[in-house]
């Protein structure tokens, strides 16, 4: 029988982790993104327990307590990789992968790189990233990633997450309702959190090409017509970076679809491991 798992350990950090459902479910891994925690997957979670399966859950590089190591370059990709596949072995691999905003991107680097790890992908808003990349060039992408420069600047990013004015109307203007705006403010902003995870973004420059080769693993990708910060163009390359079994689901809403329409993401989650 299974045991539970309650933490890991990798580069000398320890990661706590939420393992719940049942026992001898499949198991599916759950990667959250910015400004949240795991805690944004409970909706989802509930369902699939429900549906049988176990379901494990951590706090990121920079978000776990235990894992807030200094300096930019220690949240390169290769980095978050290694913390993901650090999991997998201990939970036993090929895992049932699923992935929410930058956690989605550390989704799809786990499965480029690592193909032995997943058994299958669902991917929520965020592209592979070279569709990410060549969006940037063939729509809007540029301009609506220009919170990714900004937050390349020393302190400013954090000087203007830290007014609650300030990111409260650029949240909302997310389609973020006022519950997860307070949580996150809870949660990343005054945790000590709100550092780390920017410097996810400043490590972005230490891209590591491994992680944007083309995916084999089963896929579903689910994009939002409401989100703000991706655009369709990306959505629609997607496919050509995928070279197993590809679902693209597009969806009405925003980019919040974990807590917006957790109902539908965990059919479009079952459907993909069933399948």
Known sequence: MPERIREFHNDGYRFPVTDDGPIGGDVIVLLHGFPQTSTSWQPVRERLHTSGYRT????QRGYAPTARPRGRRAYRMSRLVSDVAALVDVVGA???LVGHDWGTAVSWSVAAGHPEL?????AVSVPHPSAFLGSMVSSSQLL???YIGL???PWLPEALCRNPRVVGRLLSGTGMTSGQISRARA???ESGALTPSINWYRAMPFANPRYTRKVSAPTTYVW?????ALSRRGATLCARFVTG????EMVDGSHWVPEEQPDLLHDLIVDRVAG
Not at 56 to 59: G, L, R
Not at 118 to 122: D, G
Not at 245 to 248: G, N, Q, S
């Open 94 to 96: 090929p895992v049932h």
């Open 144 to 146: 609506r990633s220009y």
């Open 151 to 153: 937050f390349q600047l």
């Open 187 to 189: 949660e990343v902003i």
């Open 245 to 248: 079994p590809y679902r693209f």
């Open 224 to 228: 939002s017509t409401g989100d703000a």
């Open 118 to 122: 997943v058994r299958t992908l669902t």
């Open 56 to 59: 494990v859950a951590f706090d």
